[in-house]
């Protein structure tokens, strides 16, 4: 199994790029009702109100306000602990450009990987989408352009349970009920995000929900891997 310690554990929340449909640049709104043209939409929502609800998801149309990271920190023969950090901010460019910088800076690049719940169809896509936006060049461990499958130093939790089963999603929730984890959830879930930004100035709660996140992922990691958890006494959130 991969040193724990080389192992970067990443979750991302986005809201949609503008706080309405009517503050959409006129160029992208017939962009945005093509797509949602598209979109499943069981409540027959008018585009404007599905603007809200799902722009988000799509890096075309959302941004990127928090990223949250950790990491394993142990000594041999030590009990290792669980360090997490949440990068935010309301300024998209300045925060991609602050994880590029410690993805690069802080890691060993040669045999780090990154490790996130759903993170191959989600997170990962949409970071190296929006650092592009943003005239920010890819760093090298997300850059999958050209590489083989076996180069690509990406983990996904979701991936893993599936055991190559399509079919179906799994929630980062079922998945640490079924494992005994204690929830990641708090006041708020991802489909309150962008109401709590945009009207409720509630972007350190945001931080603090996308951090419980990272250690949800952390923790089903080593589950997944016959480990024990860490135990709450020896988590640090900074």
């Not at 962009?31 to 799509?58: C, M, T």
């Not at 759903?118 to 090298?140: A, Q, T, W």
Request: proline share 5%.
């Amino acid at each position: 199994m991969t040193d724990l310690r080389n192992l970067l554990f990443l979750d991302i929340e986005t809201v949609a790029a503008f706080k309405s449909y009517n503050e959409l640049p006129e160029r992208m709104q017939p962009l945005w009702d093509k797509k949602a043209g598209f979109l499943r939409n069981e409540d027959q929502l008018p585009s404007p109100e599905l603007y809200w609800d799902r722009a988000a998801i799509y890096a075309e149309f959302g941004k990127v306000i928090v990223i949250s990271i950790g990491v394993f920190n142990y000594k041999e023969g030590e009990a290792p602990t669980l360090r997490v950090k949440s990068l935010k901010s309301d300024n998209e460019k300045e925060l991609l450009l602050e994880f590029r910088t410690l993805l690069q800076t802080k890691f060993d690049q040669d045999n780090l990987s990154l490790v996130a719940h759903n993170g191959k169809e989600f997170d990962f896509p949409y970071l190296c989408r929006r650092m592009l936006v943003n005239g920010l060049k890819l760093p090298e461990i997300l850059d999958t352009s050209a590489k083989k499958p076996w180069e690509v130093s990406h983990i996904d939790t979701m991936e893993m349970w599936k055991f190559g089963d399509r079919k179906s999603f799994t929630s980062l929730d079922l998945l640490t009920a079924i494992f005994d984890i204690p929830s990641s959830k708090s006041d708020i879930d991802g489909s309150m995000v962008t109401d709590v930004y945009y009207n409720k100035n509630g972007l350190g709660r945001i931080a603090e929900y996308c951090a419980n996140d990272v250690i949800a992922t952390a923790q089903l990691y080593l589950k997944m891997n016959c480990l024990d958890i860490i135990p709450p006494d020896r988590i640090a959130v900074v």
